[in-house]
T-cell receptor, first 112, second 112 residues
Framework: AQTVTQSQPEMSVQEAETVTLSCTYD???????LFWYKQPPSRQMILVIR??????QNATENRFSVNFQKAAKSFSLKISDSQLGDTAMYFC?????????FGKGTSLLVTP | EPEVTQTPSHQVTQMGQEVILRCVPI?????FYWYRQILGQKVEFLVS????????KSEIFDDQFSVERPDGSNFTLKIRSTKLEDSAMYFC??????????FGPGTRLTVL
């Protein structure tokens, strides 16, 4: 069974600073996808960034980037120049077939 | 930009009643999913649907649940006889292939 672990239940960062959210996963698959989703207080699930396991290059989307370490099964999210609107729950997710398998989430608070 | 839509946004029902949650996936997507999130917990996979049949389902998706694509646009989740523990946020998602899933805004189901 595939598991996704987010070891930081809560984090806090000041506006304009950089923060890194951790995620590790366990799988025997070789081809898969990894995602970070953001869930603001509205509870909508918003895709932040995706990474294909066969690509060595780390994905980036504007202020969001990942550090993908396939051998270590690690997939961390870096948020640069944090903004108040980044305050949300962040879920790491793994997909090797149909179902997305989510971690328990990290609650990120961005303070002024 | 195309979006997944869900109706209603909030449904309140009495225990034992049937509910139908509705979703309109993104128009060119072929794979459809339902997930649920009990308050304060992680997002859990329920079922995936492709080519007019269930492709995968979780242990949560028992005989009380069913899915249907009644026409070319809607995708529904039916809970036959609701229980208190069915109270949760239900998310519909869709994808083009085994790749990125885009989520709707969710339906909050409250069972009294």
């Amino acid at each position: 069974a595939q598991t996704v672990t987010q070891s930081q239940p809560e984090m806090s960062v000041q506006e304009a600073e950089t923060v890194t959210l951790s995620c590790t996963y366990d799988t025997s698959e070789n081809n898969y996808y990894l995602f970070w989703y953001k869930q603001p207080p509205s509870r909508q699930m918003i895709l932040v960034i995706r990474q294909e396991a066969y690509k060595q290059q780390n994905a980036t989307e504007n202020r969001f980037s990942v550090n993908f370490q396939k051998a270590a099964k690690s997939f961390s999210l870096k948020i640069s120049d944090s903004q108040l609107g980044d305050t949300a729950m962040y879920f790491c997710a793994f997909n090797s077939g149909y179902a997305l398998n989510f971690g328990k989430g990290t609650s990120l608070l961005v303070t002024p | 930009e195309p979006e997944v839509t869900q109706t209603p946004s909030h449904q309140v029902t009495q225990m034992g009643q049937e509910v139908i949650l509705r979703c309109v996936p993104i128009s060119n997507h072929l794979y459809f999913y339902w997930y649920r999130q009990i308050l304060g917990q992680k997002v859990e996979f329920l079922v995936s649907f492709y080519n007019n049949e269930i492709s995968e389902k979780s242990e949560i998706f028992d005989d009380q649940f069913s899915v249907e694509r009644p026409d070319g646009s809607n995708f529904t989740l039916k809970i036959r006889s609701t229980k208190l523990e069915d109270s949760a946020m239900y998310f519909c998602a869709s994808s083009v292939n085994f790749d990125t899933q885009y989520f709707g805004p969710g339906t909050r189901l409250t069972v009294l």
